[in-house]
């Protein structure tokens, strides 16, 4: 069983911990294409927490080989955390000359390295207590964030649409961690459309899911993989959550790879898929473009408008594909659809069919009548081969 992001999210449960080898394989693919990505750059890290986080160690250990010129990490206040209760500081803080009882737990911790060496320990940063609890949103926070040159983390997954926006609104450049259904966010897609945010590299980590490192006392014991001890002496669950990506605006090789495919004749003969085997590719109702349910079936001599999954970020490449739209909530030009939202009497057919869910007239959902019967078609990403431009 895996947990779901979106379930997270709405449980408010943010203390989920990017593990060591998942950052080092992401950030490898970005020193490939540009091995000077991070040199004479200042890295921030916010939402972090070194005495957990992987990320701080990650940089840290390699700030001299990546050239960085500062490390920035900050933390949010024990206080404002789920495991709060059974917090306890480690040696690491309460042996340190500025250690304060009170502000432990009410205040966040910055922690700046400036100076690397080839070995570097997360005990190599200098830190402090911060003024206020570390919130992104907050004064001293945003100040940190207008000095970095990259921001790098997993931000809470409760607040990742006002965390992007937080970072867009300053330029800067970025890699974070967040939900795959995040693409069709209104405040999401059209950074995606025009080429301003696009998904990383390592897009499929197990089947699409990532494995994260969390406290005890938030850990549901029925979908812990396994349990071990870290460097700390302290109990580390692993829990598996579904539906990850990383997404962000610093270039990669993959995605200037274009996908192989097979022509639209090819597609109908060969394929596994047995909703296209033998078949036309259906059009929608509502817009100018045919159903492709998979990214594997985008047919490579289709000239048209094409509704595909939203997984299709994965191996996208602006340079093979136009990105147009979203059938999730409507953002494409109007001479893209053939009516305003789905109409009533496809609305009627849909429910008469038995069909589920709240939808009315207007709705910007892809529908189509499939074998007869009206269908709504989960979300889509309208695209066109960058050749068929007109």
């Known amino acids: 069983m895996a947990t779901n ?9 943010d203390e989920f911990y990017t593990q060591y080898q998942d950052i080092e394989k992401e950030v490898n693919a970005y020193l490939e294409y540009n091995p000077n990505v991070f040199r004479d750059k200042t890295v921030l890290l916010p939402c972090d927490d070194p005495e957990w986080s992987n990320f701080t160690k ?8 990546f050239g960085i010129k500062k490390l920035i990490s900050t933390s949010y206040a024990v206080e404002s955390k789920k495991y709060k209760y059974g917090y306890q500081p480690t040696l690491f803080e309460t042996e340190a000359p500025q250690f304060d009882k009170k502000k432990t737990r009410t205040n966040g911790k910055i922690f700046i390295l400036t100076n690397g060496r080839n070995k570097v320990n997360v005990t190599d940063l200098k830190w402090d207590y911060l003024e206020g ?8 926070v945003i ?17 990742f649409r006002e965390f992007l926006a937080w970072i867009v609104n300053a330029d800067k450049k970025f890699l974070i961690i967040g939900n795959l259904n995040a693409i069709t966010y209104k405040e999401v897609f059209p950074l995606i459309k025009d080429n301003k945010l696009w998904l990383g590299n390592n897009y499929k980590v ?39 990506r990383w997404f962000t605006n610093i270039d990669h090789g993959r995605r200037h790879e274009p996908l192989s495919l ?3 004749a090819d597609n109908k003969k060969f394929t596994r898929h047995k909703e296209i085997k033998g078949k036309d590719y259906i059009k929608y109702e509502n817009y100018d473009a045919i159903e492709v349910p998979y990214v594997d079936a985008i047919p490579s001599d289709y000239n048209g408008i094409m509704g595909v999954p939203i997984s299709v970020l994965d191996k996208y490449s ?25 109409t009533q009497k496809f609305v009627d057919d849909y429910y008469k069919a038995g069909g589920k869910g709240a939808y009315k007239e207007g709705n910007p959902t892809a529908g189509a009548y499939i074998d007869g019967i009206a269908t709504m078609i989960y979300k889509r990403i309208f695209i066109r081969h960058k050749r068929g431009k007109k």
């Open 133 to 140: 609890d570390g919130d992104f949103r907050s004064q001293e």
């Open 206 to 244: 197990n089947g699409g899911a990532m494995f994260y490192e969390i406290p005890e006392d938030i850990a549901n014991m029925e979908q812990i993989r396994e349990v071990i001890v870290n460097e700390a002496g302290k109990k580390v669950f692993i829990t598996r959550v579904q539906g990850v």
């Open 143 to 159: 100040n940190l964030r207008n000095e970095a040159d990259i921001i790098v983390t997993n931000p809470p997954f409760s607040l």
């Open 58 to 65: 990650y940089f840290a250990q390699n700030f001299k080989t």
């Open 318 to 342: 602006p340079e093979q594909f136009e990105i147009l739209g979203t059938s999730d909530n409507g953002i494409i030009a109007e001479k893209y659809k053939t009516t305003q939202g789905l």
């Open 5 to 13: 992001l979106s379930n997270a999210k709405n449980a408010k449960n």
């Open 262 to 264: 097979m022509s639209m």
